[in-house]
């Protein structure tokens, strides 16, 4: 059973100075909601009781987030806002937080993963992104952790990339069949990973699979990133420790995520095109702003 989430939340987050300068870009709004809450949503969605965030300095909004906060509450009690009074209370009961501090001087996406071994110990668990999520009916981490639990193995999201062009933005997976074990026959959306090649070129690409954003993995992960050298850009990367889980002889999965929407708030450009979708689908002015759109004659 997967419980125990790592979120990690540490990063700079340049591409977004000076805004991130003080402000976590975890924490940038997605109209009213910050996108570290929607991956909190996820993996509460899914099963997951304890949420490890990992955060470096100038994080403190993401715990302020988070908590009870008496003062607000008591003040919109007050003033008859029930609603927002709700909402407020329900993301503070989400699920047991944990906070942890990345600390030491090495880098890559490895290090925060490494950080939270403490509060994980000895138990599978899952990795979401701090800054990305993807909006899915069943979440996300719930398909993942089904196929888990059929195969026992590490999981890892993937998605089919249509063009060509864009395989060398991602992890493409070399792949292999496996049968369903219920079943008995080849599974259609699952196949086990024999190597995970970082941005290839199109023509060096083992399949259009691409393996991002969220994994299910074993707690011997640990001990491969301790004994990592640094790779790409003298950074620790946890690719790197999922090839060589794989060498290992565990088996790795890929799990196409259905009915799905990725969506990359760690890009400016992506970041606006997800606040324009979510504002269209907002309830409280979702026709205003469509209308708005239309009035600018694009």
């Known amino acids: 059973m997967i419980t125990k989430v790592i979120i990690p939340a540490a990063g700079f987050g340049t591409r977004f100075l000076p805004q991130t ?11 009213d909601k910050p996108v570290i809450q929607y991956v909190v949503e ?56 944990i906070y942890l501090r990345q600390k030491g001087n090495l880098y890559g996406n490895a290090i925060p993963v490494l950080t939270a071994e403490p509060a994980v110990g000895n138990e599978d ?22 196929v888990y639990r059929k195969y026992q193995g590490a999981v890892i999201s993937a998605v089919r990339i249509e063009t060509e062009d864009n395989l060398s933005r991602y992890g493409i997976a070399d792949l292999e ?17 024999k190597k995970i090649v970082e941005k290839p070129l199109p023509s060096e690409a083992p399949s259009n699979l691409a393996t991002h954003g969220a994994y299910i993995l074993p707690p ?3 001990e491969i990133i301790k004994n990592l050298k640094p790779g790409r850009s003298g950074e620790i990367w946890l690719v790197d420790a999922i090839n060589e889980l794989i060498k290992s002889g565990y088996p790795v999965y890929a799990c196409e ?23 269209l689908r907002h309830p409280d002015f979702n026709d205003e702003f469509r209308n708005y759109l239309k009035d600018l004659k694009l």
């Open 257 to 279: 995520i259905k009915n799905a929407k990725y969506y990359d708030t760690g890009n400016k450009l992506e970041y606006l095109k997800t606040v324009v979708e979510f504002a």
């Open 21 to 31: 300068k003080a402000m976590p870009k975890e924490m940038l709004p997605v109209v």
């Open 125 to 146: 668990f899952a990795v979401l992104w701090g800054d990305e999520f993807i909006w899915a009916e069943p979440p996300r981490l719930a398909q993942m952790i089904e």
């Open 220 to 222: 011997a992960i640990f």
């Open 42 to 97: 996820e993996a509460v969605a899914s099963g997951i009781r304890d949420v490890v965030i990992v955060t470096g300095a100038q994080k403190r909004a993401i715990e302020d987030h988070f908590d009870k906060s008496p003062d607000l509450e008591r003040y919109l009690k007050e003033r008859g806002q029930d609603k927002e009074l709700e909402e407020i209370e329900r993301i503070a009961q989400l699920a047991n937080f």
């Open 177 to 193: 069949p496996v049968k369903d074990p219920i079943r008995d026959k080849i599974s259609n959306g699952v196949s086990k990973i």
